[in-house]
């Protein structure tokens, strides 16, 4: 197997991989018998253990069959997967067909084993898709998914993630979108479980006009490392990308945000824009943050900014000085700091979705 | 009864509150003026329950309630309501949301069942008109973008929804135009009652042709130094505060 990354990868300079690699994993058995499956009213694609299960799963004419992977990466994830890719949701939207919301379920136990899932997502020009996608277990195994996403003109990708991992578990995922002319591109992830987990998006502009979102935010505790790692390439003109990450750090958790946005000679008119904040809840919880702007075309708008904080003495005072008890306060004012992370995430299963997970971090906290 | 006997504090090591004496019986409105620094929204914070004061000697007594000894949230369960003089944002939460939120922990804790959305909206709306405030301040995030009136008004809303027993109003007058000044003082008198009494500090003998009370104190470096009728706020208006000894 390809070697996992160190930290002497810029990539990985803040996320330390040495307790993955401390594992010997094996490749999955028999699937597991499923925790409880969420149910979202929506048609669901089923992966017990990386493996589709076709029986949990919706009949959908826009599924294909998995093919394997034929790919050389110079990303050691990506390439690992590539190496071990047995299973994965392979959807081929037509072009002009709205395929509605599809729900996208991995469930994994124990049992030290690790699964590489190939997703494959492609939509035809005018084509549409929701795709939420919720990634749960229990005890030690990595999960290393790669979702690949080609999004022709007009194209429109709603893609909403719940890492919602076992608090043992690994989980490093890497999406890679193209979006062609005037595509659209909008995602939120949440990341909430996992003892380590990144999400990893390398995005294309190639054509005029596309736009992309990638929100995100980290509510991690304990010990748990989350890792929003972006990179945005602007490679036509008139691109617009937004980016909003919150993450809402207690106990000694650590959160990283790497956002990298590219803009090449010929992508004029390019509108960047990259916003992170961090709510520290303890002292010993930790954000680190690395911004980067490569820009070689001289007409952009291309901003970024960053803040860490705790939460703000006066506002808790208001809200108790109104009877309302301190961890009610607090709850508040999380919630209210994650306002702006969410307001992308336009499919009301989905928003119901993260209130409820939002609800249990802040019962947990 | 709000007993306030003898009260200091401090911040750090600036003593700000230096003995202050006040009583305030249920059913009377007392207002309270003096010069910028004199430590009104200290003693209004220290009621109220805020961090950060080292409350050095006395104590404030409101219905056998040892204020000082009790959480804010619970102060306010008791009845006390403090309009803040520079009420705070809050980005992110609807004022619809923080109103209920407040209303229903307050009702919690007086054994009175909760309000739905439903109730609470018409409760609201009554109380909007009756302020003349626009049906929308409730949909917008708290106090983010109002305008000062609009959030010394949010105030006064806040205080007409949760109905408090001791209402401290620090220089909610400040800011409001001759219109909303008299509707403001009409949301105060609306609550006047045997188990209604305030604190109402001002800087404008104005408010108080609106809101007549039945005591002027004048608070300077930190104590009570002259108490008095209403005629007391008319003359302080013709002579300044000098000449007073603190
Ligand atoms: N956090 C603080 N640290 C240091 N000094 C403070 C602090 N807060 C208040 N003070 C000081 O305490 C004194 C009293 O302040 P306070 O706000 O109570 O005055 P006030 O009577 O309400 O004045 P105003 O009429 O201007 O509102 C002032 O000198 C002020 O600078
Ligand atoms: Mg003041």
Redesign the pocket.
């Known amino acids: 197997m390809t070697a996992l990354p160190t930290r002497k990868l810029e990539a990985w300079r803040y996320t330390d991989l040495r307790a993955l690699s401390a594992i010997s994993f094996t490749a999955p058995a028999s699937p597991p018998t499923p925790l409880s499956l969420p149910d979202l009213a929506i048609p669901r694609l089923v992966f017990l253990n990386g493996i589709f299960a076709p029986h949990l799963s919706s009949e959908l004419s826009f599924l294909q069959p998995f093919t394997p992977v034929a790919e050389h990466s110079a990303q050691p994830l990506t390439q690992i997967n590539a190496e071990h890719a047995q299973a994965g949701m392979t959807l081929l939207i037509p072009p002009g067909v709205d395929a509605g919301s599809v729900l996208l379920v991995s469930q994994a136990s124990g049992g030290s084993m690790a699964f590489h899932p190939r997703h494959r997502i492609t939509l035809g020009a005018g084509a549409r898709l929701t795709l939420i996608e919720v990634a749960q277990g229990d005890g030690v195994y990595w999960h290393n998914p790669v979702m690949d996403i080609t999004l022709a003109d007009d194209a429109a990708l709603a893609h909403y993630r719940l890492q919602d991992e076992s608090r043992e578990a690994f989980h490093l995922a890497t999406i890679r979108a193209d979006l062609a002319k005037t595509a659209s591109y909008e995602s939120f992830t949440a990341l909430l479980g996992g003892q380590i987990s990144r999400a990893e998006f390398h995005v294309r502009l190639q054509g005029t006009g596309g736009h992309a979102h990638i929100n995100a935010a980290l509510l991690l505790g304990g010990s748990q490392l989350g890792d929003i790692t972006s990179v945005i390439t602007h490679a036509a003109k008139g691109c617009t990308s937004r980016q909003t990450v919150k993450s809402v750090l207690s106990g000694a958790a650590r959160g990283v945000f790497q956002g990298r946005i590219e803009v090449d000679r010929i992508a004029q008119k390019t509108d960047g824009y990259q916003m992170t904040q961090a709510l520290l809840l303890s002292d010993t919880a930790e954000m680190d943050i690395k911004p980067e702007l490569q820009i070689f075309a001289d007409d952009v708008k291309c901003s970024h900014g960053a803040t860490i904080g705790a939460l703000d003495a006066e506002q808790l005072f208001y809200l108790r000085s109104r009877g309302i008890a301190p961890d009610d306060a607090r709850a508040m004012l999380i919630r209210a700091f994650l306002t702006e992370a969410l307001e992308s995430v336009t499919s009301e299963p989905a928003l119901a979705m993260f209130e409820t997970e939002f609800a249990q971090f802040q019962a947990a906290r | 009864m709000l007993e306030i006997k003898n009260l200091s504090a401090r911040?750090?090591d600036?003593e700000?509150l230096r003995g202050v004496d006040l009583l305030v019986p249920d059913g009377e409105i007392h207002a309270v003026m003096?010069?910028?620094?004199?430590?009104?929204?200290?003693?209004?914070?220290v009621l109220a329950g805020r961090d950060?004061y080292e409350v050095t000697g006395g104590g404030a007594i409101y219905n056998g309630h040892d204020l000082l000894a009790m959480p804010p949230e619970a102060r306010a369960a008791a009845g006390v309501f403090l309009a803040f003089?520079y009420p705070v944002e809050l980005p992110g939460v609807g004022n619809a949301n923080f109103i209920r939120t407040a209303l229903n922990a307050v009702r919690r804790a007086r054994a009175e069942p909760e309000l739905d959305a439903v109730a609470f909206l018409k409760l609201a709306r009554a109380a909007l008109k009756s302020l003349s405030m626009q049906d929308d301040m409730l949909k917008r995030n708290v106090n983010v973008g109002f305008s000062g009136g609009e959030k010394k008004r949010n105030e006064v809303l806040q205080m007409a929804l949760l109905q408090p027993g001791l209402a401290i109003l620090?220089?909610t007058d400040s800011g409001l135009d001759i219109d909303a000044l008299k509707i403001v003082a009409d949301g105060v008198n609306a609550q006047r009652g045997l188990k209604f009494s305030a604190l109402v500090?001002t800087?404008y003998q104005r408010l108080l042709d609106y809101i007549v009370p039945d005591a002027v104190h004048v608070?300077a470096e930190?104590r009570i130094v002259k108490s008095g009728g209403p005629e007391l706020a008319l003359a302080l208006e013709a002579h300044g505060y000098a000449g007073l000894a603190a």
């Open positions: 911040i750090g600036k700000i003096g010069p910028n620094g004199a430590g009104k929204s200290t003693l209004s914070y950060g003089q620090d220089e500090i800087h608070l930190g």
